[in-house]
């Protein structure tokens, strides 16, 4: 731990490891009690590093959307107080999956759709 942040930081939602989380997500942490500031960020590559770019903010969560389906990432959030920033969890890295993309009732390629939409026609005539 550093000098001037009391008490580590946390990473509390989504959990690492979590499976099927919407497309948009609220990021949330515990507050480190010497913060005056966090910033996070999340990625789809697994380096331990931030390819993309930190997001201020004052808050202790953060709506996240337009995130991709299916999709792995990984996010970390930091603690700023005018001193080099300490990231959450020991600097480790969590990780979510999205929901995979949701199929409209509609498919084509599905023969009993196919048949039922057929039928529904053919009984509309």
Do not use: K
């Not at 919407?22 to 697994?46: F, G, K, M, Q, R």
């Not at 930190?54 to 999709?71: C, F």
């Amino acid at each position: 731990m550093r000098p001037g942040l009391a008490g580590g930081i946390q990473q509390a939602f989504p959990h690492n490891g979590a499976t099927g989380v919407p497309l948009s997500v609220t990021l949330s942490w515990a507050e480190s009690s010497a913060a005056t500031s966090y910033e996070y960020c999340i990625d789809t590559v697994n380096n331990n590093s931030c390819d993309t770019s930190w997001t201020p903010t004052t808050a202790l969560d953060a709506v996240v959307s337009g995130l991709a389906s299916n999709t792995l990432y990984y996010w970390q959030v930091r603690a700023r107080n005018g001193s080099a920033p300490i990231e959450a969890n020991a600097s480790a890295w969590w990780s979510f999956t999205t929901q995979p993309s949701q199929q409209p009732w509609w498919d084509p390629s599905w023969p009993l759709r196919r048949s039922v939409a057929i039928a529904m026609r053919a009984a509309a005539c």
